[in-house]
């Protein structure tokens, strides 16, 4: 039985929120193993998924695409997975549970309590290492979101390393946990969410305004981000 709709939607508008579309294929096939139908949406000029099942809809190029079907489906989801892009606001008009992948950090960050994000990893050219939040953070403090540009992160010698496929999959699992009330959250999982908040609340949050939640398979795959 199709349990409910999920949306994917990624950005072209600048090149470090370009994902390949292929990265979602383990994420869209486990959750249908899982009886989820998966919708995704867009513009119809954006990648197509190869995945040919009966609980998948590339709603982006149907002929029922319109503004208020976009509302419709957002309204009818369970919870959303959204690229870098401007789409969370359909879903957060509804309150829905949003997994945000991709996101390029200090400037993009959610802030509903019942959102998961995993964010883009930044790679060190002439360090030869990934940074970590507070590097991240210090590199960009003194950017506007529009700096960033392709030019800007080869001049700092940086390359902005997108999510892997089994990363969002083990985020989008959680989240499906999380909402069916089965996540089991270890003394570790508190841990580093709770390192993770100081991070953050120490460097962008100082108001204490938003509640962003790490993925917890990720943020410990990544422990070098609290370093």
């Given at each position: 039985?199709?349990?409910?709709?999920?949306?994917?939607?990624?950005?072209?508008?600048?090149?470090?929120?370009?994902?390949?579309?292929?990265?979602?294929?383990?994420?869209?096939?486990?959750?249908?193993?899982?009886?989820?139908?998966?919708?995704?949406?867009?513009?119809?000029?954006?990648?197509?998924?190869?995945?040919?099942?009966?609980?998948?809809?590339?709603?982006?190029?149907?002929?029922?695409?319109?503004?208020?079907?976009?509302?419709?489906?957002?309204?009818?989801?369970?919870?959303?997975?959204?690229?870098?892009?401007?789409?969370?606001?359909?879903?957060?008009?509804?309150?829905?549970?949003?997994?945000?992948?991709?996101?390029?950090?200090?400037?993009?960050?959610?802030?509903?309590?019942?959102?998961?994000?995993?964010?883009?990893?930044?790679?060190?050219?002439?360090?030869?290492?990934?940074?970590?939040?507070?590097?991240?953070?210090?590199?960009?403090?003194?950017?506007?979101?529009?700096?960033?540009?392709?030019?800007?992160?080869?001049?700092?010698?940086?390359?902005?390393?997108?999510?892997?496929?089994?990363?969002?999959?083990?985020?989008?699992?959680?989240?499906?946990?999380?909402?069916?009330?089965?996540?089991?959250?270890?003394?570790?999982?508190?841990?580093?969410?709770?390192?993770?908040?100081?991070?953050?609340e120490s460097t962008i949050n100082k108001d204490k305004k938003s509640f962003p939640n790490i993925g917890s398979r990720f943020i410990k795959?990544?422990?070098?981000?609290?370093?």
């Amino acid at each position: 039985k199709v349990k409910n709709n999920i949306l994917i939607q990624t950005d072209k508008n600048y090149y470090y929120r370009n994902q390949n579309i292929s990265i979602y294929n383990k994420t869209i096939l486990n959750l249908i193993e899982n009886n989820y139908c998966v919708i995704k949406t867009g513009s119809k000029y954006s990648q197509k998924v190869e995945i040919n099942d009966k609980n998948y809809f590339d709603y982006s190029q149907s002929y029922i695409k319109n503004d208020l079907m976009d509302l419709y489906f957002f309204n009818k989801s369970e919870f959303a997975i959204i690229g870098a892009s401007g789409s969370w606001a359909y879903a957060t008009i509804f309150d829905k549970p949003i997994v945000y992948t991709g996101m390029y950090w200090p400037f993009n960050i959610p802030s509903k309590k019942n959102d998961i994000f995993i964010m883009g990893k930044y790679f060190d050219i002439t360090q030869n290492r990934y940074l970590s939040i507070r590097e991240i953070h210090n590199r960009f403090k003194s950017y506007d979101i529009n700096d960033i540009s392709n030019k800007l992160l080869d001049e700092l010698k940086i390359k902005f390393v997108n999510n892997s496929d089994d990363e969002i999959m083990d985020v989008c699992e959680e989240m499906s946990l999380r909402i069916n009330n089965v996540w089991k959250e270890t003394d570790e999982d508190i841990y580093y969410k709770n390192n993770f908040r100081k991070i953050f609340e120490s460097t962008i949050n100082k108001d204490k305004k938003s509640f962003p939640n790490i993925g917890s398979r990720f943020i410990k795959k990544n422990k070098y981000l609290l370093n």
